[in-house]
Every structure is written in C-alpha cells, then in structure tokens.
C-alpha cells in the first residue's frame, strides 16, 4: 500500500469520541446520527420500540435512542452510560467509529482511554445546565473538565454540540450567550476557535438534517461538519520512531538465527538499507529486512518490503547483531532533532486513580514499550476546573485532578515532547502494589539529570 492509498484510507475513516456530563445526552446524539444515517437494523428498531425507558418524554422522540449504546444492563437501570461504547456506521462519503465516553466525573479514566484514540471531539454543552443568570453564563466543571483534558490530548479538532434548545424553542439569544461562555472557556485553556452547532440530540435538529427551527443558524449540521474534516496525519515533527516491542528469534539453536525486532512504525519512514541509531545505547546499525506484520508483502510475495511508514506493524532484521531487547527505539542514524535521554522530566498528569498522588511512593512509568520506576519530585501546578486557573497553593492531585508534575525516573527514557509526538511523548504511570494505571502523562520539558 502506497503512503498516499494509507493517507486516503485515513482520511475515510473518521475516529470521534463525545464527552460531556452525565445526562447531556450523548448516547441519544449517537443513536441519532446511526437512526438518521439509516444505519440500524430493522430487528433493533423493533426491539427499541418495544423498550421504554423514563428518559424519553417527548412524543415526537418516538422512542429511545441512546439505548442503541446503553448496553449493559446496569447502565440501562440507571440510566447512564459506564463503559466506553463504540459504535460504528458510515456515510456515502465517510465511515465513522464512535466511541461514547461516560458522563460520570468518577468515569474520566474511560474519556481518557477514549479521546486519546480519537480524531476528533464532540463535547455536548446541555443548554438546560448552563447557568444563563451570570455573565458570562456558568458552564458545569465537567464541561471544562473534559475541554482541558481534550486540550491536554492534542486533538486537533474539536466542536461544541449545543443540545438540548428544543426546550428554549431554539432561542438565538440562548445560543448566542452559551456561545460566549464557550469561548471564554476555551481562551483560557489555550483551545483554538471552537466551532458551535445548535442541536437537539432528542428531535434531530442540525445533527444529520437541517433544522427549519434554527434558520439564523448559517452553519453545517453535526453530520456535515464530520464529512468535512481534514482528518490526514498531521505533517511529523520528528524522524522515524520505531519502539522495539518483541525480539523473535528462529529457535535460538544456531549463531545465524533469524533474529528479528517486532513493533509499529510511530512516526517517519524506514527503508532497506538504511542506517539507524539504537536507543538508549547510541549503536548504529544497517537494516537488512523489512517485514510486514502480517506476514504479506505488499504485492503478495514472501520476500519481505523496501520500505515501511507510519503505522505499519513490522518486524525490522539487521546486518549486525547487537544487544536490543523491548524498550529500545530505533531512529534514523541523521536524525536532526532526535529524542532527549532523560532521567527528569516535567509533565502535565490526568489523575485517575481513586487514591490521591503520593510523593513518597514509587509508581512505574510506562512509555511506548518501556517501563521504568518513578517517583513524583515535585507538584508545580493544579488546574483548578472551576476558575480555570492554576492554584497558588499546591496539593496531591486527587482523582480526575490535572496538574503538572516533576518526576525523576529510575532509568532514562528516550522521550520527545508531547507536542513534537504524541506516541513517545506520553506515558502512563502505574501503581506498583495495586498495578492500577493511576494516572495519564503528557511530557512538556526533558532534562538528563
């Protein structure tokens, strides 16, 4: 597959997560884009129509949509969503994988793992919840929780689903005020212009067909504005990053073994013949195979591949026999801006774990295939999500807290910076006694000591 076919294929495909607080209606909103999009079966439908449920009041609603995602019987008895669903269904121009993050505050570990594998973010504002008495109107803290933690991810696009404005009969001004909390909120954590659609999730307003209720609304319906993203890979700002997940070895009973490193092209390209950097030990060699992980070739042959990109599974052979094991990253031997061996790092840090940040604990960083031991040597900031600011007086981050952190790790890691690339400039950190992931990491600042 060529690298433009891979950028197409990308590009078809459209990754997207929906946040917001509990009851905002994101399982509804989901279940209208599949019921609109024709993407239901008729033996599903019947089955909905035949369930009710205390969230539907509205006789146009017919029946209830968000049970599409609500899956688990526990979720459908309290009415929310637990786990992370996905969805899938497709448009003539695009296919769609939807994954439905809890609203819950004590489920943002499930919008984490969601958002980080998504293009794109959905954050439903319920204009009912909005506090429209205060200027600007007050947002709930979820909302501006999930909106830094969005920002804190990196996604690059990002739009507001102002849902629920059959209750205000689709009022402007309503919009209009939510609109400027909306960017109020998003200047200050650092979101570029939002993009704002008027919806309602339970009716179909601007979700897939233009509502005749919002004709001051000039925009794209949610749907739309889906089709038209540009969702191909971001231009790289590093070189070829290729962690080492597996060492495969024949059978270990000769010298001349076939001896192969097994892992995902990160970022850059590779090609035989080519001379890489091995890290953390700096040793150069020459790549003699390229293998696909699957086993084909490109045009079908066994005979291995010339070359391999971003997000090809290989497995790399090389000319010399060097010490590598898991962990180790392979780079292009002129790489001008390679990674920072570093045993310091500062680091903006989602908690998640139900016990609060313990500096004097040791916890596991695990980064791309590697994982090494870390202790927390200072705590620099606290996003406080009310105020959106960063508090004066510092303090252990408590579950769902963000905070930037100084952490000094056992071992150096061959880290670039969030921003440079998000596959080796996160990490998460892990509990060593209870082996929970307490918590997720975005790397902003390197240092060798």
Request: aromatic share 6%; with cysteine; hydrophobic share 40%.
């Amino acid at each position: 597959m060529t690298q433009a076919n891979q950028s197409a294929e990308h590009q078809n495909v459209v990754r997207f997560i929906t946040a917001g607080s509990v009851d905002d209606g994101k399982s509804t909103l989901i279940g209208r884009l599949l019921y609109d999009t024709k993407s239901i079966l008729m033996d599903q439908l019947e089955s909905l129509s035949k369930t009710k449920h205390a969230r539907v009041t509205s006789s146009d609603a017919g029946v209830d949509l968000a049970l599409l995602t609500d899956g688990l019987e526990a979720e459908r008895e309290q009415g929310i969503t637990i786990d992370v669903a996905y969805r899938y269904f497709s448009t003539p121009k695009r296919k769609f994988i939807v994954a439905d993050a809890p609203g819950h505050e004590q489920y943002t570990r499930n919008l984490v793992t969601g958002a980080s594998q998504s293009d794109v973010a959905i954050i439903l504002v319920d204009a009912s919840r909005v506090d429209l008495k205060t200027s600007p109107a007050t947002l709930l803290a979820q909302t501006k929780r999930h909106a830094a933690i969005v920002h804190l991810l990196g996604l690059r696009h990002v739009v507001f689903a102002v849902n629920k404005m059959d209750l205000f009969h689709f009022d402007e001004q309503v919009f209009n005020t939510i609109t400027q909390a909306i960017e109020d909120l998003c200047q200050k954590i650092g979101l570029p212009q939002p993009t704002l659609i008027p919806i309602s999730a339970l009716l179909g307003a601007n979700v897939v067909n233009t509502s005749l209720n919002t004709p001051w609304y000039k925009g794209p319906t949610l749907l739309a504005w889906l089709e038209s993203l540009d969702t191909s890979p971001a231009s790289e700002k590093t070189g070829f990053r290729f962690p080492v997940q597996y060492v495969a070895r024949q059978d270990g009973s000769a010298s001349d073994d076939f001896r192969g490193y097994l892992g995902q092209v990160e970022a850059g390209s590779i090609r035989k013949g080519q001379k890489i950097k091995v890290l953390p030990g700096n040793t150069e060699a020459t790549v003699a195979e390229i293998y696909l992980g699957n086993g084909s070739t490109r045009d079908g042959s066994n005979n291995g591949v010339d070359s391999a990109t971003t997000g090809d599974a290989i497995a790399i052979r090389l000319n010399e026999d060097i010490d590598i094991s898991r962990g180790c990253l392979f780079i292009s031997a002129d790489d001008i801006t390679p990674p920072s061996l570093s045993k310091a790092i500062s680091a903006d840090l989602c908690w998640l774990d139900s016990e609060p940040l313990s500096m004097s604990r040791k916890y596991a960083l695990r980064h791309t295939t590697n994982t090494v031991g870390a202790k927390v040597k200072a705590i620099e900031e606290v996003l406080d999500v009310q105020t959106l600011s960063h508090a004066s007086e510092t303090h252990p981050l408590n579950t769902n807290e963000i905070g930037r952190v100084s952490l000094i790790l056992q071992k150096p890691i061959a880290a670039d910076l969030f921003d440079e690339s998000q596959a080796t400039g996160a990490f998460i950190l892990i509990d060593e006694v209870s082996n929970h992931t307490v918590a997720a990491g975005m790397i902003r600042q390197t240092s060798a000591q």
